[in-house]
T-cell receptor, first 114, second 117 residues
Framework: GPKVLQIPSHQIIDMGQMVTLNCDPV?????FYWYKQILGQQMEFLVN????????KSKLFKDQFSVERPDGSYFTLKIQPTALEDSAVYFC????????????FGEGSKLTVL | AQKVTQTQTSISVMEKTTVTMDCVYE???????LFWYKQTASGEIVFLIR??????ENATVGHYSLNFQKPKSSIGLIITATQIEDSAVYFC??????????????FGAGTQLIVIP
């Protein structure tokens, strides 16, 4: 089936540093999402993005977070500066429509903040 | 309040038997979409099956089927003839059709399925 690619699969950084997580969504999809999963817990919505703009964000999407997709390249999640509680697996997802079809998820980027 | 609730934390079944995983949801929307995803040991999240709220017929895909009970806000996942490779964590999720939702999925806490040979 359609694949969402995420880079890196794992990143270890020191608290306070910046990190960028990259996502290559399914090619004809228009809506992009980031979800956060702390070990052993459910996935929680962070943000969705459409037509170059953030459409909706949750309380988990702190001011230190930002997303963009410059020139149709990777859809990125940037955290600057990182905090210990940002340690989690971040899943990117994409869908063709907002209310049609299912989301396709990447394999996740595990972020460890020391 | 949680929008999607999975009360079963873990289920163990013998291979080749049938298992049902429960899920209840809350929504004010008259139209919504329900999904089941599987997360494998590697962390990969795989879409399994969906049910659109306006459809009365229970969805079926391969050896996955749904027990959609709209009055009870319930969407159970049934796996028949379970296989070892079905061992995973299963997440129920809901997407509301409301204008502000824009595709946001609400996930349950997940049910770990262990299939015993």
């Amino acid at each position: 089936g359609p694949k969402v690619l995420q880079i890196p699969s794992h990143q270890i950084i020191d608290m306070g540093q910046m990190v960028t997580l990259n996502c290559d969504p399914v090619s004809n999809h228009l809506y992009f999402y980031w979800y956060k999963q702390i070990l052993g817990q459910q996935m929680e919505f962070l943000v969705n993005f459409y037509n170059g703009k953030v459409m909706e964000k949750s309380k988990l999407f702190k001011d230190q977070f930002s997303v963009e997709r410059p020139d149709g390249s990777y859809f990125t999640l940037k955290i600057q500066p990182t905090a210990l509680e940002d340690s989690a697996v971040y899943f990117c997802a994409s869908s063709w429509g907002a209310n049609t079809g299912q989301l396709y998820f990447g394999e996740g980027s595990k972020l460890t903040v020391l | 309040a949680q929008k999607v609730t999975q009360t079963q934390t873990s289920i163990s079944v013998m291979e080749k038997t049938t298992v049902t995983m429960d899920c209840v949801y809350e929504t004010q929307d008259s139209s919504y979409f329900l999904f089941w995803y599987k997360q494998t040991a590697s962390g990969e999240i795989v879409f399994l099956i969906r049910q659109d709220s306006y459809k009365k017929e229970n969805a079926t895909v391969g050896h996955y089927s749904l027990n959609f009970q709209k009055p009870k806000s319930s969407i159970g996942l049934i796996i028949t003839a379970t296989q070892i490779e079905d061992s995973a964590v299963y997440f129920c999720a809901m997407r509301e059709e409301g204008g502000s939702a824009l595709g946001r999925l609400h996930f349950g806490a997940g049910t770990q399925l262990i299939v015993i040979p």
